[in-house]
């Protein structure tokens, strides 16, 4: 994962935000763009229609006070990105996260309108975030910065124009605060605002590992269409967090994989490592660590017999399957080189893992890329049913929601598969051609354009 470095809490009054420092190849928003760019080439996009898909229709970006524990006021950056509304509902998560940017959540925002689109539900895209180190914050604190948070934005969102969800740093907890936040500023109750929520609020069945497993639906399904076996392949996975977990447990659960290798951030070290176990790891036991610890605990690792090294030896161990499920510009021109030649799968947990350059060069050596927009569209899938189901006020076991996120998950990875092979396209290539082509039909019916 990449650095939550530390902001202490007494140097500064204010948690500093700032717009893009990183370097054009490592910049989300002009990934973003460029990758719209070349699907919109390819379309034949009009002009108008395209400038509308570059830029974010909305965004609200503003500063709340919030009164920490020690008596003293903070002030955070907050933001809230909405990309496009054509198809349905502004949907995306919020972070919380040091490093937040608008710029970031700019391209996060744009990645949601191609991911609920390409999976084909009725949304549009969005994103938000507060520039902030939750763990850094005291549950009373973390809870005054949700509803701040929501004081914010409680006039920009609603179950019928933008739906916040979990992302990085945030949870259940988080969106319960969230969610009461709103229904007492609005008066009434409003279940399908925010989606993640607790199951006794309105969450669903299923939404936890909801993105995890949906990454592992399109493992599954791109080694049947390399003729590959499952049972017999090895992964490395990159992030420990929620959707690192599930992706963990359901790729040797139900595809019988062997996972040798996990990368995690130690928030007491502020680093991160990499835990080898060569006859393969086992992802329970390392949840249960987690759990218990906050993070992958070393000693406890030692002591199960795996092996310690350096957080960036995820990328270089030598396995079939690459998966990177934490930040943004995991692998880039600069470490693209290091994956071993033994990679055939390259499969994006995170938003936005690759950048355009690095992608280029997996591209060259024959990696099938399962594209982020596709491979982790698990989660809003999820949520989606989640707010069908707060609408309908009536709840689905988990087995159900599980069979129908398969159902859309599988359905959308050979839609994507099929475009790629008629077009003679590259599969990121193939998912934009999918979901740019929806959303500009959309903006077309409604005579935006
Ligand atoms: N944060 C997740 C994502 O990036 C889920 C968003 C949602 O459920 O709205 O896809």
């Known amino acids: 994962m990449s650095s939550a470095s530390s902001e202490s809490k007494s140097s500064s009054a204010s948690t500093g935000a700032q717009d893009s420092t990183a370097a054009p190849e490592t910049d989300p928003f002009l990934t973003a763009q460029r990758q719209l760019d070349e699907a919109a080439g390819i379309l034949e996009l009009d002009e108008a229609t395209h400038q509308l898909l570059r830029w974010p229709l909305r965004e609200l970006k503003f500063v709340f006070p919030v009164?920490?524990?020690?008596?003293?006021?903070?002030?955070?950056?907050?933001?809230?990105?909405?990309?496009?509304?054509?198809?349905?509902?502004?949907?995306?998560?919020?972070?919380?996260?040091?490093?937040?940017?608008?710029?970031?959540?700019?391209?996060?925002?744009?990645?949601?309108?191609?991911?609920?689109?390409?999976?084909?539900?009725?949304?549009?895209?969005?994103?938000?975030?507060?520039?902030?180190?939750?763990?850094?914050?005291?549950?009373?604190?973390?809870?005054?910065?949700?509803?701040?948070?929501?004081?914010?934005?409680?006039?920009?969102?609603?179950?019928?124009?933008?739906?916040?969800?979990?992302?990085?740093?945030?949870?259940?907890?988080?969106?319960?605060?969230?969610?009461?936040?709103?229904?007492?500023?609005?008066?009434?109750?409003?279940?399908?605002?925010?989606?993640?929520?607790?199951?006794?609020?309105?969450?669903?069945?299923?939404?936890?590992?909801?993105?995890?497993?949906?990454?592992?639906?399109?493992?599954?399904?791109?080694?049947?269409?390399?003729?590959?076996?499952?049972?017999?392949?090895?992964?490395?996975?990159?992030?420990?967090?929620?959707?690192?977990?599930?992706?963990?447990?359901?790729?040797?659960?139900?595809?019988?994989?062997?996972?040798?290798?996990?990368?995690?951030?130690?928030?007491?070290?502020?680093?991160?490592?990499?835990?080898?176990?060569?006859?393969?790891?086992?992802?329970?036991?390392?949840?249960?660590?987690?759990?218990?610890?906050?993070?992958?605990?070393?000693?406890?690792?030692?002591?199960?017999?795996?092996?310690?090294?350096?957080?960036?030896?995820?990328?270089?161990?030598?396995?079939?399957?690459l998966i990177p499920a934490a930040l943004e510009n995991m692998i880039t021109a600069g470490t693209v080189e290091t994956i071993s030649p033994r990679v055939k799968v390259l499969a994006e947990g995170a938003n936005g893992p690759t950048t355009r350059e690095a992608d280029q060069a997996l591209r060259r050596r024959g990696v099938f890329v399962i594209p982020d927009i596709l491979c982790n569209a698990g989660g809003v899938t999820v949520s989606y049913f989640e707010q069908v189901q707060n609408a309908y006020n009536f709840y689905w076991p988990e087995q159900e929601v599980l069979d129908r996120l398969d159902e859309k998950m599988t359905a959308a990875f050979h839609v994507v598969h099929a475009m790629a092979r008629r077009m003679d396209v590259h599969n990121r290539l193939a998912a934009y051609l999918v979901s740019v082509e929806r959303v500009a039909k959309a903006m077309k019916l409604r005579g935006w354009v």
């Open 67 to 321: 009164r920490m524990d020690d008596g003293s006021v903070k002030v955070f950056h907050g933001y809230r990105v909405q990309h496009n509304d054509a198809r349905g509902p502004a949907k995306g998560g919020l972070r919380f996260h040091p490093h937040e940017t608008v710029h970031t959540v700019r391209a996060l925002a744009a990645w949601m309108t191609w991911k609920t689109a390409v999976i084909d539900i009725p949304l549009g895209g969005g994103k938000g975030g507060v520039c902030c180190n939750p763990r850094e914050l005291s549950t009373g604190e973390l809870e005054r910065v949700s509803r701040g948070y929501i004081r914010r934005v409680a006039g920009f969102i609603g179950p019928d124009s933008d739906v916040p969800a979990p992302d990085v740093y945030t949870d259940s907890r988080v969106m319960a605060w969230m969610l009461d936040e709103y229904e007492a500023i609005h008066g009434r109750h409003a279940p399908g605002v925010i989606t993640g929520k607790p199951p006794v609020l309105g969450g669903s069945a299923g939404r936890g590992d909801a993105t995890g497993f949906g990454v592992v639906v399109t493992i599954r399904e791109a080694l049947k269409a390399l003729r590959i076996d499952a049972s017999r392949t090895t992964a490395s996975l990159q992030g420990f967090g929620k959707v690192g977990q599930a992706t963990a447990i359901h790729y040797v659960n139900q595809l019988g994989g062997k996972l040798i290798c996990v990368s995690s951030w130690d928030h007491e070290d502020k680093t991160a490592y990499t835990f080898f176990k060569h006859d393969g790891a086992d992802p329970a036991f390392l949840r249960g660590i987690t759990d218990s610890h906050g993070t992958i605990h070393k000693d406890k690792a030692l002591q199960a017999g795996y092996e310690v090294r350096d957080g960036d030896a995820w990328r270089s161990a030598e396995v079939d399957l």
